[in-house]
Every structure is written in C-alpha cells, then in structure tokens.
C-alpha cells in the first residue's frame, strides 16, 4: 500500500441528472468552433484543422455556486458552451464510433481572463493563466446520453442578469461532436472521466461583480452562477 507524504487531493465530480456523480479526469476545451465566435477574435472561420486547451478539472465550478472574481483581470468574459463526457476511452476513435465513447452531456461555462489570454498570444506564449484558473469552468448537471440521446442542433444560450448575450444552435459547431472526438483521440488517448468544452458562439463580453449568468442548452440542461 503507497503511504503518500502529503493527502492526496479529493476526487473531483460533477453531479449526475437522476443521481450519483460523473468522476472527471482531465478537461480538454475546442476553440473558436463556431464561425461568428471566430469572427468576433478576429480569426479565420474556415474548417482548418481543431485546436485544444486544457483546464485543471478543479477548475470546475458544480451545483450553482457563486464565481468569485479572479485576480489579475479587469476583463473577465464569459463563454457559453456545450459539454460532452467521455464514458469509454479509445485511441484513434473513428467518427462512426464516436459517439458511443460519450456517457453524456453538461452546460458549461468557459470563463477567460481576457487581457492575460491577449498578452500571451501577442507574446506567441501559452494561454494557461488566461483559461485555467481557479473557478473558470461552472459547470451543470451531467445527464446520461441514454437519456437525452445526442444532441446535433438545438437552442445554446447564455443570459446575463436577465438579457440574453449568446444565442446560437448547436448545429453551427464548425466542428461536430463525433468529429471533434474523432480528431483528438488522435492527439491523445481518450480515457473515461474526461470532459470535452466544444466551443463557445458569438457574443463573448465582459462581466463584472455582481452579474448572474444563466445559460441552457435546449434538451440538455441548465447552469447559474453568480459572479462575486
């Protein structure tokens, strides 16, 4: 038996939609997968190959707890987006197969400290203190796919105190589900317990103290948190 010198960190988990809790492993994020989110950060919304980045999986934020502000920002915005919970592993996963590696599915939020992410790119440095701090992936319920199925198309939406600031269907991923599986299963060994943040449509903004923040992805679920 390994007897550890420090206490090892807890497991993290995200709640299940009927009971029980989805153990997470790691936390992949796709970027700029919708062509008007591409847009708007002045980027190119043709179908090149996917990008990824990662978040710590304590980074996640579960059961509508409020968001503290992080430090080192003045420009913290939000992302709205489509999670997807990967329940078999594979490598190389065809797209025929994909979708039968997903367990199922979750609201989530891909907040980003957006000066310290547009420093680091003008630098040609990494991203990870603009994506992967504390707090920065609220997070709803998991509900089973053999519940709700698959979802190709549907309403994604994000309210901010009340007014809508994201609306977009699912079907304008530039990249799908199965496709996005497919690509970096080829980058890394999918394993179950890993979380995939599908990418975020137009109408990315600031928030600041004090704004709560609703999203939905129709047929899947809900999200609230409350930023403090």
Known sequence: MVEYVIAPPPVVAVPVVGGGAFPVRRVFCVG??????????????????????????????????????????????????LVVAIGIGGTDIAEADALAHVWGYAVGLDMTRRDVQNVARKAGRPWDMGKGFDHSAP???????????????????LKVNGVVRQSSDLSKMIWNIPETISYLSGLVRMEPGDLIFTGTPEGVAATVRGDVLEGRVEGVGSLRTKIV
């Open 32 to 81: 700029r997968n919708y062509a008007e989110h591409a847009r708007e950060m002045g980027g190119d919304p043709s179908r090149e190959p996917p990008f990824f980045f990662m978040k710590p999986a304590d980074a996640l934020l579960t059961g509508n707890a409020d968001m503290p502000y992080p430090p080192a920002t003045n420009d913290m915005h939000h992302e709205m987006e």
């Open 139 to 157: 997070i709803g319920d998991i509900v089973p796919a053999s519940k709700i199925g698959h979802p190709e198309k549907g309403l994604i939406e």
